[in-house]
């Protein structure tokens, strides 16, 4: 929906996280008129600036504390923030009766004039599109970085960039609808966010609206919950331009995939049709996981002119993000790894497979309706002591009880911090991973991560 289209329109903004706030920053550019409902009553901070956005007037703005199914019913339009979900009943009333309920990824797609690389999936989104325009500014390109990380999508929006870097959550995508992205992917599927959907294969569905209106389709060969069902394929929303444009991955060696593995005299290659591009061990990221987030990132950009040693450089360059099995340090034969953005099983188990050497584990958090029995087979394996924090570390303490010699329970960061040092001794990893959301003790993931390495560090002092 352009500015155009939001003239007239009596418009409410719903959520002012950082999403939210660029929203309204984009709608008061427009000169269009919006109120604003928040029950955290967001706007109180949401007037702050930096040295990159405008600060924003809500001044002008009817501003409301609590949603109500009376107050959306006065809208033409509800602009949803991600963190709302569209099952709220105030939002399931309104689009009953026929409001647009948008976010601000579909006001992004309307005025959006460059290329889109679109990126969703439980695990490895942000590393997966770190890595891309990591690879294309380093080839010269001007790529941004945007959605769910960095820059809001909105934010990103300028006439100097050549092509956006979009990575998508799954409630952003509930509210998109017109996205037509030059490539695409969804990179796995897995047991997420139980606390918002009624089944995975509902939340795999919405997963797979990334490929509307797409052009190259990316699809991992060995996740059949990322492929588009028959009825999907069916519906020309979903049909690619060109099928032959259609790319897939696989970690699977002699795959049918474009891009797959080869292994030679003990040593393993990124390949593109058989042909080999990188040997995996110049690769910076550790485990299998990034390995297939390599094939990922290779896929995405093969309708791209890049050259041989532009696309092996840039693979070879990106260290890996922050928060993501960060290695902070190694002392007396300890390795500590922060993992914070390991926000659920599938990520936790990845990286617990990717270190070398018995495993302390900080895990912990708000679970969001997860089993973490899943965990149990990695855990009696690489595991050899739980340490756990968070609202559901006694949910955890049960799923994997009889898996480890030993589980402890901390009140603080720096509890564990000191329990993992305590137990720890030669050889062994200390990782955190916490398989869970940080709300309940923690801002977000990055003040988790932060507050891990900084009692990490402080061991040392």
């Given at each position: 929906?352009?500015?155009?289209?939001?003239?007239?329109k009596?418009?409410?903004?719903v959520?002012l996280?950082?999403?939210?706030?660029?929203?309204?920053?984009?709608?008061?550019?427009h000169?269009?008129?919006?109120d604003?409902a928040?029950?955290?009553?967001?706007?109180e901070?949401?007037?702050?600036?930096?040295?990159?956005?405008?600060p924003?007037?809500?001044s002008?703005?009817?501003?409301?504390?609590v949603?109500?199914?009376?107050?959306c019913?006065?809208y033409?339009?509800?602009?949803?923030?991600p963190?709302v979900?569209r099952?709220h009943?105030?939002?399931a009333?309104?689009?009953e009766?026929?409001?647009s309920?948008?976010?601000?990824?579909?006001?992004?797609?309307?005025v959006a004039?460059k290329?889109?690389?679109?990126?969703?999936?439980?695990?490895g989104?942000?590393?997966?599109?770190s890595?891309?325009?990591?690879?294309l500014?380093?080839a010269?390109?001007?790529?941004v970085?945007?959605?769910?990380?960095g820059?809001?999508?909105?934010?990103?929006?300028?006439?100097?960039v050549?092509?956006?870097?979009l990575?998508?959550?799954?409630y952003?995508?509930e509210?998109?609808s017109?996205?037509?992205?030059?490539?695409?992917?969804v990179?796995n599927?897995?047991d997420?966010h139980m606390?918002?959907?009624?089944?995975?294969?509902?939340?795999a569905?919405?997963?797979?609206t990334?490929y509307?209106?797409?052009?190259?389709?990316v699809?991992?060969?060995?996740?059949?919950?990322?492929?588009?069902?028959?009825?999907?394929s069916?519906?020309p929303a979903y049909g690619?331009?060109?099928a032959s444009?259609?790319?897939?991955?696989?970690l699977?060696?002699?795959s049918?995939a474009?891009y797959?593995l080869?292994?030679?005299?003990?040593e393993?290659f990124?390949c593109r049709d058989?042909?080999?591009?990188?040997?995996?061990?110049?690769?910076?990221l550790?485990g299998?996981?990034?390995v297939a987030?390599?094939?990922?990132?290779?896929?995405?950009?093969?309708?791209?002119?890049?050259?041989?040693?532009?696309?092996?450089e840039?693979?070879m360059?990106f260290s890996g993000l922050?928060h993501?099995?960060q290695?902070i340090?190694?002392?007396?034969?300890?390795?500590w790894?922060?993992?914070?953005k390991?926000?659920?099983?599938?990520a936790?188990?990845?990286?617990?497979?990717a270190?070398?050497?018995?495993?302390?584990?900080i895990?912990?958090?708000l679970?969001?309706?997860?089993d973490?029995s899943?965990l149990?087979?990695?855990?009696?394996?690489?595991?050899k002591?739980?340490v756990?924090?968070g609202?559901?570390?006694q949910?955890i303490a049960?799923?994997?009880?009889?898996?480890?010699?030993?589980v402890h329970?901390?009140?603080s960061?720096?509890d564990?911090?000191?329990?993992?040092a305590?137990?720890s001794?030669?050889?062994?990893v200390?990782?955190?991973?916490p398989?869970?959301?940080?709300?309940?003790?923690?801002?977000?993931?990055?003040?988790?991560?932060?507050?891990?390495v900084?009692e990490v560090?402080?061991?040392?002092?």
């Amino acid at each position: 929906m352009t500015p155009e289209q939001l003239q007239n329109k009596k418009i409410l903004l719903v959520g002012l996280g950082l999403t939210g706030v660029s929203v309204a920053r984009y709608l008061q550019m427009h000169e269009l008129s919006f109120d604003v409902a928040d029950e955290s009553a967001g706007w109180e901070n949401a007037n702050q600036s930096n040295d990159e956005t405008k600060p924003v007037d809500f001044s002008n703005s009817v501003k409301h504390d609590v949603l109500s199914v009376e107050l959306c019913m006065q809208y033409d339009v509800i602009l949803l923030s991600p963190g709302v979900p569209r099952a709220h009943p105030a939002i399931a009333a309104a689009l009953e009766n026929k409001v647009s309920v948008i976010g601000d990824i579909e006001l992004f797609a309307s005025v959006a004039t460059k290329p889109i690389i679109a990126v969703t999936g439980s695990n490895g989104k942000s590393t997966v599109v770190s890595w891309v325009a990591a690879v294309l500014q380093q080839a010269g390109q001007a790529a941004v970085l945007c959605g769910n990380i960095g820059k809001p999508a909105l934010d990103a929006l300028s006439e100097s960039v050549a092509m956006y870097v979009l990575e998508l959550s799954s409630y952003q995508l509930e509210s998109t609808s017109s996205l037509k992205s030059f490539s695409a992917v969804v990179l796995n599927v897995s047991d997420d966010h139980m606390d918002r959907y009624a089944s995975l294969a509902e939340y795999a569905k919405v997963k797979r609206t990334i490929y509307r209106h797409c052009i190259h389709r990316v699809f991992n060969a060995d996740d059949k919950q990322t492929h588009l069902t028959a009825q999907e394929s069916a519906q020309p929303a979903y049909g690619s331009v060109d099928a032959s444009n259609d790319v897939s991955y696989s970690l699977v060696e002699n795959s049918s995939a474009r891009y797959t593995l080869k292994t030679e005299q003990n040593e393993t290659f990124l390949c593109r049709d058989q042909q080999r591009v990188l040997n995996t061990v110049e690769l910076q990221l550790p485990g299998m996981h990034n390995v297939a987030n390599a094939l990922a990132v290779m896929s995405l950009l093969d309708a791209f002119a890049l050259t041989n040693q532009q696309l092996r450089e840039g693979l070879m360059s990106f260290s890996g993000l922050v928060h993501r099995t960060q290695l902070i340090r190694d002392a007396n034969g300890v390795r500590w790894y922060n993992d914070s953005k390991g926000t659920n099983i599938d990520a936790c188990e990845k990286a617990i497979l990717a270190m070398n050497g018995p495993v302390v584990l900080i895990a912990g958090g708000l679970g969001k309706g997860a089993d973490f029995s899943e965990l149990r087979n990695t855990v009696r394996q690489q595991v050899k002591a739980l340490v756990l924090i968070g609202r559901d570390a006694q949910l955890i303490a049960d799923a994997l009880d009889g898996c480890v010699e030993a589980v402890h329970f901390a009140n603080s960061m720096a509890d564990a911090v000191h329990i993992s040092a305590g137990i720890s001794c030669n050889g062994d990893v200390v990782l955190l991973s916490p398989a869970c959301a940080s709300f309940d003790m923690f801002k977000n993931f990055e003040v988790r991560g932060e507050q891990f390495v900084a009692e990490v560090e402080r061991l040392a002092a």
